[in-house]
């Protein structure tokens, strides 16, 4: 079981930048995929972003060309630079650790508490 912390959340201006960082411990981190979820009121939990543990990256199509994921396996850290931040960014955002099925979709295994981000101007 891999424990996971968040930060690096708040309230930002259109056009603004974030970094969330997620804090990990508990097991080996550096065999999991890492994934990013958010959540919005009233939306479905949507997946982000994911990096597996050699370093590859999907993106939802939403975030593509604005979000980077980014892991450091030395400080079992995964990153999330948020640019060019847009008012339906606005969600609650959860860190994962977990794996890809045979069918190819990502499963989380272990979740944080989630970091409140709020785009508005």
């Known amino acids: 079981q891999v424990q996971l912390v968040e930060s690096g959340g708040g309230l930002v201006q259109p056009g603004e930048s974030l970094r969330l960082s997620c804090a990990t411990s508990g097991s080996i981190f550096s065999v999991y995929e890492m994934g990013w979820f958010r959540q919005a009121p009233g939306k479905q939990r949507e997946l982000v972003a994911s990096?597996?543990?050699?370093?590859?990256?999907n993106y939802a199509e939403s975030v593509k060309g604005r979000f980077t994921i980014s892991r450091d396996n030395a400080k079992n850290t995964v990153y999330l630079q948020m640019n060019s931040l847009k008012p339906e960014d606005t969600a609650v955002y959860y860190c994962t650790a977990g794996r890809r099925l045979s069918s190819g979709r990502y499963y989380a295994d272990s979740w944080g508490q989630g970091t409140q981000v709020t785009v508005s101007s």
């Open positions: 990096i597996t543990s050699g370093g590859t990256t």
